[in-house]
């Protein structure tokens, strides 16, 4: 299950400027685009979990922010900085706080997206980049 809200920064520069939550929706791609010629994209992969009174903490998300900064840098992507990567993060578990699980009974998933998303064919760097979290329920 997918819930319904997803944290969406694009980029023409090497800079993340949106930070709104928007409704879980379908990606409007063109086929010309450089993630589907040519695999410009990575993922990440990281829980937030709530504790016993009941607040929620993400595990390591600078931890994972690192590692998207050494694949963005790898890709030929912008890299999402730190300070950015953590807040969305934070911002998508607010809004998706009642999918958390109760303490010990699972963790809500978040899957940041860093992807090139100009159009254009040839082999060159994305002219734009967008950077996505998503998240559901596990456990």
């Known amino acids: 299950m997918w819930v319904n809200t997803v944290q969406v920064h694009e980029s023409q520069e090497p800079s ?3 930070d709104a939550i928007e409704p879980m ?4 791609l063109s086929p010309s685009e450089t993630v589907l010629n040519y695999g410009q994209a990575l993922f990440e992969g990281l829980k937030a979990f709530r504790r016993e009174d009941g607040s929620i903490v993400m595990f390591r998300p600078q931890m994972n922010a690192a590692r998207m900064q050494q694949g963005a840098r790898r890709f030929l992507l912008p ?10 993060a934070e911002s998508v578990v607010r ?14 998933y978040l899957r940041p997206l860093l992807m090139g998303t100009g159009a254009g064919l040839g082999v060159k760097p994305s002219t734009e980049t967008t950077f996505c979290i998503f998240c559901s329920p596990v456990g």
Do not use: I, M
Request: proline fraction near 13%; charged fraction near 15%.
């Open 16 to 18: 993340y400027s949106s």
């Open 25 to 28: 929706s379908k990606l409007h």
């Open 79 to 88: 890299p999402v900085p730190t300070d950015v990567f953590v807040k969305a």
């Open 95 to 108: 809004a998706n706080a009642r999918w958390v699980p109760p303490h010990q009974k699972g963790a809500l």
